[in-house]
């Protein structure tokens, strides 16, 4: 097994809630967990226990009710916690790169593809106009869009489900981050595509020696992308460990459960692990 020795993420007694009209959801309470360089470290657990919100609170991106109780979230020696919304977003989109878990929505149907990725290259990394154009071509040609010359002129509509998802992926990683945070990035995608985007981040990370979040229902996926599975239940990570440990010699109960109740494990069994 890889063992890692630079830390890029501490996670420390995170405790959050919402405030809503029927009171108080403790949607996170003290959450743990630690993430490597160049390591991908998969969330799992059921609808509702806080993976969606503790890659938003890395993130900052929380809605108004959202309010964290304590914690520290440590990103490469800084409190996240303690950065002013102005020093989070330098480091959201351009350190820190989201995919979401309704990807297809990132992009605006109404602008040309092109333009969606030239804006954050301009934005973010001060490109002009003609090196922006120039890195969104290589960009789309990294991630396996034919004709990016032609495409680059298109809307979102006239692109397939999987290349529109290459396309987040593509703005996603133009500004070269160090950490990638992949909610549920492949529900809407067939079997075929999800194994060619997860071959994408797969080789990007290689190359790019990126650390990686990667939110997943699917056990198939965790097995084929993950140095270590983070279990989580009610709020809390109940199991962590590498995928040999947490498939076949989990300790809790839930993660017992949670086993049982996904198929994909047992088909992915032979030739994934
Ligand atoms: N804006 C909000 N206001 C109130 N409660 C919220 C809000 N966002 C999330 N929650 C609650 O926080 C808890 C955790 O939600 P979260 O979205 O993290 O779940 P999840 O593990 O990502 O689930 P899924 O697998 O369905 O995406 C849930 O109980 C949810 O109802
Ligand atoms: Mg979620």
Known sequence: MMTYTDKILEVRDLHLHFKTYSGNVQAIR????????????????????????????????????????????????????????????????????????????????????????????????????????????????????????????????????????????????SCEPELLICDEPMTALDVTIQSQILDLIKAKQQEKDLSVIFITHDLGVVANVADRVCVMYAGKIVEVGTVEDVFYRPKHPYTWSLLSSMPSLESEKGDEL
């Open 30 to 173: 003290g959450v743990n967990f630690d993430l490597h360089k160049g390591e991908t470290l998969a969330i799992v657990g059921e609808s509702g226990s806080g993976k969606s919100v503790t890659t938003k609170a890395i993130t900052r991106l929380l809605t108004q009710n959202a309010m964290i109780l304590r914690g520290s979230i440590n990103y490469k020696g800084q409190d996240l916690l303690d950065l002013t919304e102005k020093q989070m977003s330098k480091i959201r989109g351009n350190e820190i790169s989201l995919i979401f878990q309704d990807p297809l929505s990132a992009l605006d149907p109404v602008m040309k593809i092109g333009k969606q990725i030239t804006e954050t290259l301009r934005i973010k990394k001060g490109m002009s106009r003609a090196q922006a154009k120039a890195k969104a071509l290589e960009l789309m040609r990294s991630v396996d869009i034919p004709e990016p010359e032609k495409r680059f002129n298109e809307y979102p509509f006239q692109f397939s489900g999987g290349m529109r998802q290459r396309i987040v992926i593509a703005i996603a990683l």
